[in-house]
Each structure stands twice: as structure tokens, then as C-alpha cells.
């Protein structure tokens, strides 16, 4: 049964920092390309950052360049992205997605909300 469970969202204040994590199972976790999506009330989806399988490269939105980090630990089968400088603008239900050619697998979502 694949599964991905994300964890680590919570309450903050803004320029405070939170670290996500996503657990794989189920599935070669190596040989998947992962990144992290947001989607806030009323807006769409977007993706947010972009770990090849072997973690040598990476990519982010522009919104979030400088301030989060993802990556990944294949031993242990998890994803991570640490948040620092959060900003209101970043509260968001966040999620991890997984995929390998024609399959693809999402995480339920953790939520992230960015306020004094």
C-alpha cells in the first residue's frame, strides 16, 4: 500500500521557521522524483520545490528561493523542506508528491499557517 504522510505544520509567527517531512512507503522511494505543492484558500495549487531522485538537483519558486530548502534522505525513505523567514503569504495546506513515469502518488497534506 503506498502511502506518504506528511508532518511537521503547525502555528507560526512570521520570520519563524517550521521543517516538513514526508515518509514513504510502499513504494522504491529512490526512483522518484519528489516535490513539495501548496494550495492556499482560493488559490490554486503551485509547486513550491523539486528533488531529483539522487537529490543533485533541486529547483524552487521564486517566491520561496533563498528561504526553503528541500531534500531528501532515501535511506530513509523521507522527504523533507525546511522553512525559514515564513511570511504570511506562505500559509498554505502543504503536500508531497511522488513520481515515476506513469505513476505518480500524493500525500494528504499538512497545514501551515503563518500568523502573529
Known amino acids: 500500500q503506498v502511502q506518504l504522510v506528511e508532518s511537521g505544520g503547525g502555528l507560526v509567527q512570521p520570520g519563524g521557521s517550521l521543517r516538513l517531512s514526508c515518509a514513504a512507503s510502499?513504494?522504491?522511494?529512490?526512483?522518484?522524483?519528489m516535490s513539495w505543492y501548496r494550495q492556499a484558500p482560493g488559490k490554486e495549487r503551485e509547486l513550491v520545490a523539486a528533488i531529483t531522485r539522487t537529490g543533485g538537483t533541486t529547483n524552487y519558486a521564486d517566491s520561496v528561493k533563498g528561504r526553503f530548502t528541500i531534500s531528501r534522505d532515501n535511506a530513509k525513505n523521507t522527504l523533507y523542506l525546511q522553512m525559514n523567514s515564513l511570511k504570511p503569504e506562505d500559509t498554505a495546506v502543504y503536500s508531497c508528491y511522488a513520481v515515476s513515469g506513469h505513476y505518480n502518488y500524493w500525500g494528504q497534506g499538512t497545514q501551515v499557517t503563518v500568523s502573529s
Open positions: 510502499g513504494f522504491t522511494f529512490s526512483l522518484y522524483l
